[in-house]
Structures are given as C-alpha cells and as structure tokens.
C-alpha cells in the first residue's frame, strides 16, 4: 500500500524508478496477492514506454496469466491504460485468439469484457465473431452471458447488429426458452435496450402465443415480459 500511494505522489522520473524495482520480477509481482495491485498502480501511472518490461517480461513468460486470479487484472488495466502502445497491443491481440475459450472461463472472461470496453476496433471485432460461433451455448453460460452483454452494449454498430440479427434468425420458442434462464434473459435485456429496430423486432419474437406461455412460466421469462411489457 506505501508503495501505490508513493507511485501517486512522486514525480514521474521517481516513480519510474520505483517501477523499475520490478525489473525481472514482472511475473513473481503477477502471481503474488499483494504486490500485484503495485504493478497495477505502475500501469495507471506511467507510460509503456517508461515501463517497457512489463509487456516484455509477460510475453516472454509462459504462464497463462489472462486466466489467473491476478493476472486478468494486469490485462485489464493494460487494456484500460495502454492499449493503444503498439508492443501491448500485439500482446493482447496473441491472447484474444483463445477468446472463444476465454469468455467462459471465471477469470478469462473479465479479460474479453474488458476488451471490448476498451479494445482496438479488431480486437473488439473478434471478439464478437467468436460469440457468433456458438450464439446459443454462449448466451446459457453465465460467464459468456456476461462477455454477450458487454458486446451488446460496447461492440461496434455493425457487429452489434450481426449478433442481434444471429438471434433474430432463431424461432420465438427458442429465444422464449433462452429467455427463461438466468443468463439467456440477461443478454436479451441487454438486447432489448438496444435502440431502433432491433429492440422492436426482438419484442416481435416475444409476443407470440407459445413463447408468452413459457415465458410466463419461468421466474426469469415472467421479469423479462413484466420489464419490457411485452405481455399480449
């Protein structure tokens, strides 16, 4: 904690030095329920070209930190931080190619949620065709859930588009039974607030007979059609 709060109160050229200490311990500082919350700190407060041997020293290392307790932290703030510096670009574009496992992953997905808040246009892009891939299987587990709800709310209009329009493609009674799940009628709300004519074409779906009558036999389906009054 004394070193965060010296990373926040030093001039620039201490503080690079501070983060300098951590020279060749990059991926003991990841692993490590302490110091990793400094190499946070280093990240939010300095440049990737003061502190280059952050992303060289995690390249470099072997360990899959994107699912590490610890380590998807370190993407995330590389992703809020430094993203567009062309060294960390190429080292989250080498770990956004495992997207279609990271989304369901308990600490992967808060890597690709994060990229597609924060990432480059094509990071964010691949993101959304890996969703695609597997719409259904997706939207029914609870950490793709929440990766599908960020790109619904963060994913670039035509992409955003594309994904609606996969759902769109299915019969009302199977995005009725999404729709009574937990985390299937958490990415149609996210839908349903889209604005225009997707949001309209979804309600569609959901106001025909048969999908009303499992929808309202569900505890998730009844919130759904009681929120965005989609009742007859």
């Given at each position: 904690r004394t070193v965060q709060l010296a990373l926040d109160v030093a001039e620039r050229g201490a503080a690079a030095e501070l983060a300098a200490g951590l020279?060749?311990?990059?991926?003991?500082?990841?692993?490590?329920?302490?110091?990793?919350?400094?190499?946070?700190?280093?990240?939010?407060?300095?440049?990737?070209?003061?502190?280059?041997?952050?992303?060289?020293?995690?390249?470099?290392?072997?360990?899959d930190f994107a699912r590490h307790e610890y380590g998807c932290r370190i993407y995330c703030?590389?992703?809020?931080?430094?993203?567009?510096?062309?060294?960390?670009?190429k080292l989250l574009d080498s770990v956004l190619v495992e997207s279609d496992d990271l989304i369901r992953h308990t600490f992967g997905h808060h890597v690709v949620e994060c990229a597609l808040e924060h990432g480059l246009a094509h990071q964010r892009h691949?993101?959304?065709?890996?969703?695609?891939?597997?719409?259904?299987?997706?939207?029914?587990?609870?950490?793709a859930a929440y990766v599908m709800e960020k790109?619904?709310?963060y994913g670039?209009?035509?992409?955003?588009?594309?994904?609606a329009s996969e759902f769109l493609a299915r019969t009302p009674g199977e995005v009725a039974a999404l729709a009574r799940t937990q985390c299937g009628s958490m990415v149609l709300r996210?839908?349903?607030?889209?604005?225009?004519?997707?949001?309209?074409?979804?309600?569609?779906?959901?106001r025909v007979g048969a999908p009303q009558v499992q929808l309202k036999a569900s505890k998730h389906g009844r919130r759904l059609l009681d929120s965005h009054c989609l009742g007859p």
């Amino acid at each position: 904690r004394t070193v965060q709060l010296a990373l926040d109160v030093a001039e620039r050229g201490a503080a690079a030095e501070l983060a300098a200490g951590l020279r060749g311990s990059v991926a003991e500082a990841i692993r490590s329920p302490h110091a990793n919350y400094v190499l946070q700190k280093i990240i939010k407060v300095l440049t990737p070209s003061e502190t280059p041997f952050i992303v060289q020293e995690i390249a470099q290392e072997h360990m899959d930190f994107a699912r590490h307790e610890y380590g998807c932290r370190i993407y995330c703030r590389l992703l809020e931080h430094a993203v567009e510096d062309e060294s960390t670009s190429k080292l989250l574009d080498s770990v956004l190619v495992e997207s279609d496992d990271l989304i369901r992953h308990t600490f992967g997905h808060h890597v690709v949620e994060c990229a597609l808040e924060h990432g480059l246009a094509h990071q964010r892009h691949h993101i959304m065709q890996v969703l695609r891939r597997s719409l259904m299987a997706n939207a029914s587990n609870r950490n793709a859930a929440y990766v599908m709800e960020k790109a619904v709310l963060y994913g670039l209009p035509e992409d955003q588009e594309a994904l609606a329009s996969e759902f769109l493609a299915r019969t009302p009674g199977e995005v009725a039974a999404l729709a009574r799940t937990q985390c299937g009628s958490m990415v149609l709300r996210a839908l349903l607030r889209v604005p225009g004519h997707v949001a309209q074409r979804l309600q569609d779906h959901l106001r025909v007979g048969a999908p009303q009558v499992q929808l309202k036999a569900s505890k998730h389906g009844r919130r759904l059609l009681d929120s965005h009054c989609l009742g007859p």
